[in-house]
């Protein structure tokens, strides 16, 4: 599935817009990657188990998109954007949501 962050694809014509596709996860913290973070905080540097978790989280907000997106017969979203939000202390919610469209 084609994705992109404008509103429009070079070299293609949208022939329908079928509507807002969203994709989302809440993703909780780990006691082990708070320890490792705590530490993190300290010293200074980048809290990798973090980086992997959001990039994980991420992804999946986009396949689940993409998912909602076929269900409505897209060929492509357009207008693309990802959002984070907390949810309560120590769990994040991460939400992929653009428009759905015919190519």
Do not use: P, W
Request: charge should be negative; aromatic fraction near 4%; charged fraction near 20%.
């Amino acid at each position: 599935m084609l994705c992109v962050t404008t509103s429009d694809i070079i070299g293609r014509e949208i022939t329908e817009t079928l509507g807002v596709v969203t994709g989302n996860v809440v993703q909780s913290k780990h006691v082990g990657r708070d320890i490792m973070a705590g530490f993190k905080t300290i010293f200074g540097g980048e809290i990798r188990g973090y980086t992997e978790m959001l990039t994980e989280a991420r992804e999946e907000a986009l396949n689940r998109a993409i998912a909602d997106a076929q269900s409505q017969g897209a060929d492509a979203i357009v207008n693309l954007r990802f959002t984070t939000s907390a949810i309560m202390q120590g769990a994040s919610e991460i939400l992929a949501y653009g428009t759905a469209v015919k190519l």
